[in-house]
C-alpha cells in the first residue's frame, strides 16, 4: 500500500493525454492566452487587496523600512516563480502545484498539496470578497446628490458584516466597557462590530448577520468565470488597466505632497516591526502562482509562462515599493494603520477627488483580484477530477464555453456561503499558510527531479548555481546575525523565557472580580485621581515598558494572567522550530547533494513566511489536511486512474 500512495505520472503520460484527450471528455480547452495577457492576470491578482488595504498596517508597524519588507517578499517570490515556471515549461497542463507535485512526489503528496490549494484559493477569494464588500459599501456610503436628497446610501452594519467579527466584536467592546471604557472611546472597528451584532435581526436567539456585499460580487464574477475565458481575460485587462492609470495617477500627484521629514526615523520600529507586516505583504503576493493553472490555455506556455509570472512580480513590486515610500512621504507612518490607506492619505491632504477615485478603482481592483482566484480554482478541480481522485463532474467542460462548468458553479457556492459568515483575519491567515505550503513543495519538487534523467525537460531551466557554497554560509550568518544583533530575543527564544502578556489581552482575559483588583490597584497610584472612573485598558497601554512591567510584577493577579510560559509560551515557537531543523537539513542536503542554489533559497525564503505565522493557522491548517486524507482514502485512492491501471496490469 505505502508504494501506491506515492505513484508518480510521467511527463511522458501527461503530454501524451494533452495530445489524445482525457478519456470521457472534450479533449481540450481554448488556447486564448499570450504574454501579455499572462501578465495582467498576474498583476489583476496581485495588485489589489495589497495596494488598496494591508500596505496601510504594514507601513504602520514598519515605517518607510517596509520597502525592504516588499523587495524580500518579491525575491522570496521570484524564487518560487522560477520553480513553478521550469515546471510549467515541464508540464503545460493545468493543475499548477498540484500537477507537479504528482510528477516528483508521487499521488498522497499531490493529492496534499491540490487539497491545500483548493483551500488556498476559496480561502482567498473569501478574503477578496470581504475586502471587496468594504470598499463598495464605503463607496455607497460616500456618495452625495443633494437634488435627490441622497446623502450617502448606507448598507446596515449586520448587512455588510460576517457574523463571526460581528460577535467577537460585541464580546470584546463588552469586555472593555466592563474594564472603564465608554462606548465612544471604543476603536472604529469594534464599535462597528458591536453595533451589527445589536442591531441585526435576531431569529429566537440567533443574529443575522451576514455579508450581503460579498455574496453578490461572488455570484457575478463566477457567472462570468462561467461563460468563458475569452470574456475572464478581457474584463480582467480591462480592469487591470483601470487600476493602474489610478495607481500612476495617485503616484503622479501624491509625489508632489511628499514631506522627506516624515521617512525620519526610517525603520522606527526596527527589523521586529517590519518583518510584523510579514503575512499582510505576502497576501498582496499571492496570485502569481494562478497564471500557471491556465496553462492549457496559453498559446505557448513553454515560453510565455515564465515571462508572464516574472513580469507580473517585477511590475507588481515596483508598484508596491512607489506607493509605499508616497504614502509614508504624505503622512506619518504611524497614522496609516487604516482599512483604506491611499483614500485616507488624500483625506488628510485635502483632495477629497483623489479618494473618491481611490475608492471606485479599488472595487474594481478586488474585483479583478476575485476573478482570477475563482478562475484558478476549478481548474485544480478539474486536474484532480482527471486522475480520478475528485468525482467525473468536475473535469465535465461546458461544449460551448469550453470552461469547468460544474467545477466552477461548486467553487461559486464554496466561496459564497463561507464569505457571509468567516472573519478577514482568519481566512487571510489560512490562505497564506496554504499558498506558501504549495510554493514550499513546488520549490522541493525542482530539487528532487534535478538529477534524473529520465526527466523530459521543457524550454525553461532554472540557472543553476550549486547550493553547497553558498547554504553554509547562509546557515552560519544567520545564526551569528542572531546571536550578535538580536542576542536577547534569541536567548530568550532558545531558553524559552517567560513573555508579558499585552494591555488589551490582560484587561479582556479577566473574570469580574479581577477586573475590580486591577482597578484598585489602579486607583492606588498617586498619577490617578481618586473617584475618576477608570478606564483599565487605556491606562495599562499608556504605560511605557519599564513602568507596565513594573505594575503587572506588583499586581496580585494570578501569575498566569499576566505572563505566557512554559508549554504555553512555547507552542507559538514549535513554527520556528520547525524551520531551524529544516534549514539545518536542507544545508546538509546541498552539501550532499549538489543541490540547485534557486530552488533553495525559495523553499528557506517560503517556509520562514509560513513558521512566522501563529500556531493557531498551522492547526487549522492541519485540520483541512486531515479531512482532505479521509476524502482521500475514501475516494481517491481506489479510483485514481493509476490504481486502475496498476489493476488492469494486474488482471493481464
Same mark, same amino acid.
Given at each position: 500500500m505505502?508504494k501506491?500512495l506515492?505513484?508518480?505520472?510521467?511527463?511522458?503520460k501527461?503530454l501524451?493525454?494533452?495530445?489524445?484527450?482525457?478519456?470521457?471528455?472534450?479533449?481540450?480547452?481554448?488556447?486564448?492566452?499570450?504574454?501579455?495577457?499572462?501578465?495582467?492576470?498576474?498583476?489583476?491578482?496581485?495588485?489589489?487587496?495589497?495596494i488598496?488595504?494591508?500596505?496601510?498596517?504594514?507601513?504602520a508597524?514598519?515605517?518607510?523600512?517596509? @520597502?525592504?519588507?516588499f523587495?524580500?517578499?518579491?525575491?522570496?517570490?521570484?524564487?518560487?516563480?522560477?520553480?513553478?515556471?521550469?515546471?510549467?515549461?515541464?508540464?503545460?497542463?493545468?493543475?499548477?502545484?498540484?500537477?507537479?507535485s504528482y510528477?516528483?512526489?508521487?499521488?498522497?503528496?499531490?493529492w496534499?498539496?491540490?487539497?491545500?490549494?483548493?483551500?488556498?484559493?476559496?480561502?482567498?477569494?473569501? +478574503?477578496?470578497?470581504?475586502?471587496?464588500?468594504?470598499?463598495?459599501?464605503?463607496?455607497l456610503?460616500?456618495?452625495?446628490?443633494?437634488?435627490?436628497?441622497?446623502?450617502?446610501?448606507h448598507?446596515p452594519?449586520?448587512?455588510?458584516?460576517?457574523?463571526?467579527?460581528?460577535?467577537k466584536g460585541?464580546?470584546?467592546?463588552?469586555?472593555? @466597557?466592563n474594564?472603564?471604557?465608554s462606548?465612544t472611546?471604543?476603536?472604529?472597528t469594534?464599535?462597528?462590530?458591536?453595533?451589527a451584532?445589536?442591531?441585526?435581526?435576531?431569529?429566537?436567539?440567533?443574529h443575522?448577520?451576514?455579508?450581503?456585499?460579498?455574496l453578490g460580487?461572488?455570484?457575478?464574477?463566477?457567472?462570468?468565470?462561467?461563460?468563458?475565458?475569452?470574456?475572464?481575460?478581457?474584463?480582467?485587462?480591462?480592469?487591470?488597466?483601470?487600476k493602474?492609470?489610478?495607481?500612476?495617477?495617485?503616484?503622479?500627484?501624491?509625489?508632489?505632497?511628499?514631506?522627506?521629514?516624515?521617512?525620519?526615523?526610517?525603520?522606527?520600529?526596527?527589523?521586529?516591526?517590519?518583518?510584523?507586516?510579514?503575512?499582510?505583504?505576502?497576501?498582496?503576493?499571492?496570485?502569481?502562482?494562478a497564471?500557471?493553472? +491556465?496553462?492549457?490555455?496559453?498559446?505557448n506556455?513553454?515560453?510565455?509562462?515564465?515571462?508572464g509570472?516574472?513580469?507580473?512580480?517585477i511590475?507588481?513590486?515596483l508598484?508596491y515599493?512607489?506607493?509605499?515610500?508616497?504614502l509614508?512621504?504624505?503622512?506619518?507612518?504611524?497614522?496609516?494603520a487604516?482599512?483604506?490607506?491611499?483614500?485616507?492619505?488624500?483625506?488628510?491632504?485635502?483632495?477629497?477627488?483623489?479618494?473618491?477615485?481611490?475608492a471606485?478603482?479599488?472595487?474594481?481592483?478586488?474585483?479583478?483580484?476575485?476573478l482570477?482566484f475563482?478562475?484558478?480554482?476549478?481548474?485544480?478541480w478539474l486536474s484532480?477530477?482527471?486522475?480520478?481522485?475528485?468525482?467525473k463532474?468536475?473535469?465535465?467542460i461546458?461544449?460551448?464555453?469550453?470552461?469547468?462548468?460544474?467545477?466552477?458553479?461548486?467553487?461559486?457556492?464554496?466561496?459564497?456561503?463561507p464569505?457571509l459568515f468567516?472573519?478577514?483575519t482568519?481566512?487571510?491567515d489560512?490562505?497564506?499558510?496554504?499558498?506558501?505550503?504549495?510554493?514550499v513543495?513546488?520549490?522541493?519538487?525542482?530539487?528532487?527531479?534535478q538529477?534524473?534523467p529520465? @526527466?523530459?525537460?521543457?524550454?525553461?531551466r532554472?540557472?543553476?548555481?550549486n547550493a553547497?557554497?553558498?547554504?553554509?554560509?547562509?546557515l552560519?550568518?544567520?545564526?551569528?546575525?542572531?546571536f550578535?544583533?538580536f542576542?536577547?530575543?534569541? @536567548?530568550?527564544?532558545?531558553?524559552?523565557?517567560?513573555?508579558m502578556?499585552?494591555?488589551?489581552?490582560?484587561?479582556?482575559?479577566?473574570?469580574?472580580?479581577?477586573?475590580q483588583?486591577?482597578?484598585?490597584?489602579?486607583?492606588?497610584?498617586?498619577i490617578?485621581?481618586?473617584?475618576?472612573?477608570?478606564?483599565?485598558e487605556?491606562?495599562?497601554?499608556?504605560?511605557n515598558?519599564?513602568?507596565?512591567e +513594573?505594575?503587572?510584577?506588583?499586581?496580585v493577579?494570578?501569575?498566569?494572567?499576566?505572563f505566557?510560559?512554559?508549554?504555553?509560551?512555547?507552542r507559538h515557537?514549535?513554527p520556528?522550530?520547525?524551520?531551524?531543523?529544516?534549514?539545518?537539513?536542507v +544545508?546538509y542536503?546541498?552539501?550532499?547533494?549538489?543541490?540547485?542554489?534557486?530552488?533553495?533559497l525559495?523553499?528557506?525564503?517560503?517556509?520562514y513566511?509560513?513558521?512566522e505565522l501563529?500556531?493557531?493557522?498551522w492547526?487549522?491548517?492541519?485540520?483541512?489536511?486531515a479531512?482532505g486524507?479521509?476524502?482521500?482514502?475514501?475516494y481517491?485512492?481506489?479510483?485514481?486512474?493509476?490504481?486502475?491501471?496498476d489493476?488492469?496490469?494486474l488482471?493481464?
Amino acid at each position: 500500500m505505502l508504494k501506491n500512495l506515492f505513484r508518480k505520472k510521467s511527463v511522458s503520460k501527461i503530454l501524451a493525454d494533452v495530445q489524445k484527450g482525457y478519456g470521457d471528455h472534450e479533449p481540450s480547452l481554448h488556447k486564448t492566452l499570450g504574454v501579455r495577457d499572462l501578465t495582467a492576470f498576474g498583476i489583476a491578482a496581485i495588485v489589489g487587496a495589497g495596494i488598496f488595504s494591508t500596505i496601510g498596517k504594514a507601513s504602520a508597524d514598519g515605517g518607510p523600512a517596509v @520597502i525592504f519588507l516588499f523587495i524580500f517578499t518579491a525575491i522570496a517570490c521570484s524564487f518560487a516563480a522560477f520553480a513553478y515556471a521550469e515546471f510549467a515549461s515541464m508540464v503545460p497542463v493545468s493543475g499548477s502545484a498540484y500537477t507537479y507535485s504528482y510528477v516528483a512526489f508521487g499521488e498522497l503528496v499531490a493529492w496534499i498539496i491540490g487539497w491545500s490549494l483548493i483551500m488556498e484559493y476559496a480561502i482567498g477569494n473569501i +478574503t477578496v470578497a470581504i475586502s471587496w464588500s468594504d470598499y463598495f459599501t464605503g463607496l455607497l456610503s460616500s456618495i452625495k446628490i443633494p437634488a435627490l436628497g441622497i446623502n450617502g446610501i448606507h448598507v446596515p452594519d449586520w448587512a455588510s458584516m460576517d457574523y463571526l467579527s460581528a460577535y467577537k466584536g460585541h464580546q470584546h467592546a463588552e469586555a472593555l @466597557i466592563n474594564a472603564g471604557k465608554s462606548i465612544t472611546n471604543l476603536d472604529e472597528t469594534t464599535r462597528i462590530a458591536a453595533n451589527a451584532w445589536s442591531t441585526a435581526p435576531k431569529i429566537g436567539s440567533f443574529h443575522f448577520v451576514a455579508d450581503l456585499p460579498a455574496l453578490g460580487i461572488i455570484i457575478f464574477i463566477t457567472w462570468l468565470v462561467y461563460r468563458g475565458m475569452k470574456e475572464s481575460r478581457n474584463a480582467s485587462n480591462a480592469m487591470v488597466i483601470v487600476k493602474l492609470v489610478v495607481i500612476l495617477l495617485v503616484l503622479a500627484v501624491g509625489v508632489f505632497y511628499i514631506d522627506t521629514n516624515n521617512w525620519n526615523p526610517f525603520a522606527p520600529n526596527g527589523v521586529s516591526g517590519v518583518l510584523k507586516g510579514v503575512s499582510a505583504v505576502f497576501f498582496a503576493y499571492i496570485g502569481f502562482d494562478a497564471i500557471s493553472t +491556465t496553462a492549457e490555455e496559453c498559446k505557448n506556455p513553454q515560453r510565455d509562462l515564465p515571462r508572464g509570472m516574472m513580469w507580473a512580480i517585477i511590475i507588481c513590486t515596483l508598484l508596491y515599493i512607489a506607493i509605499a515610500l508616497v504614502l509614508t512621504g504624505i503622512v506619518k507612518y504611524n497614522t496609516l494603520a487604516v482599512g483604506d490607506p491611499l483614500a485616507y492619505v488624500f483625506d488628510a491632504i485635502d483632495l477629497k477627488l483623489m479618494s473618491g477615485i481611490i475608492a471606485v478603482s479599488a472595487v474594481f481592483a478586488m474585483a479583478s483580484v476575485l476573478l482570477v482566484f475563482q478562475m484558478g480554482q476549478p481548474r485544480i478541480w478539474l486536474s484532480m477530477s482527471r486522475d480520478g481522485l475528485l468525482p467525473k463532474a468536475f473535469s465535465r467542460i461546458h461544449p460551448k464555453h469550453k470552461t469547468p462548468s460544474f467545477a466552477t458553479i461548486v467553487v461559486g457556492f464554496v466561496v459564497a456561503v463561507p464569505a457571509l459568515f468567516l472573519n478577514l483575519t482568519t481566512v487571510t491567515d489560512l490562505c497564506s499558510i496554504g499558498t506558501l505550503f504549495a510554493f514550499v513543495l513546488v520549490c522541493a519538487g525542482v530539487l528532487v527531479l534535478q538529477n534524473r534523467p529520465d @526527466i523530459q525537460r521543457g524550454k525553461f531551466r532554472i540557472p543553476y548555481v550549486n547550493a553547497k557554497y553558498v547554504a553554509p554560509l547562509l546557515l552560519i550568518g544567520g545564526f551569528a546575525l542572531a546571536f550578535t544583533e538580536f542576542k536577547s530575543e534569541t @536567548i530568550g527564544f532558545f531558553t524559552n523565557e517567560p513573555k508579558m502578556i499585552s494591555p488589551v489581552s490582560f484587561v479582556t482575559s479577566l473574570n469580574a472580580t479581577e477586573l475590580q483588583t486591577v482597578k484598585d490597584e489602579i486607583s492606588a497610584n498617586p498619577i490617578v485621581l481618586q473617584g475618576k472612573q477608570i478606564d483599565a485598558e487605556a491606562y495599562l497601554s499608556n504605560l511605557n515598558a519599564v513602568q507596565y512591567e +513594573t505594575f503587572m510584577n506588583k499586581s496580585v493577579i494570578a501569575y498566569d494572567k499576566k505572563f505566557e510560559s512554559g508549554w504555553a509560551l512555547f507552542r507559538h515557537k514549535i513554527p520556528m522550530w520547525i524551520f531551524l531543523v529544516i534549514c539545518v537539513i536542507v +544545508t546538509y542536503l546541498s552539501i550532499a547533494k549538489n543541490l540547485s542554489l534557486i530552488p533553495v533559497l525559495g523553499l528557506i525564503s517560503c517556509l520562514y513566511m509560513m513558521c512566522e505565522l501563529e500556531l493557531s493557522n498551522w492547526i487549522g491548517f492541519g485540520i483541512w489536511l486531515a479531512v482532505g486524507l479521509v476524502i482521500y482514502f475514501l475516494y481517491g485512492y481506489k479510483n485514481s486512474k493509476l490504481a486502475q491501471k496498476d489493476s488492469s496490469s494486474l488482471a493481464q
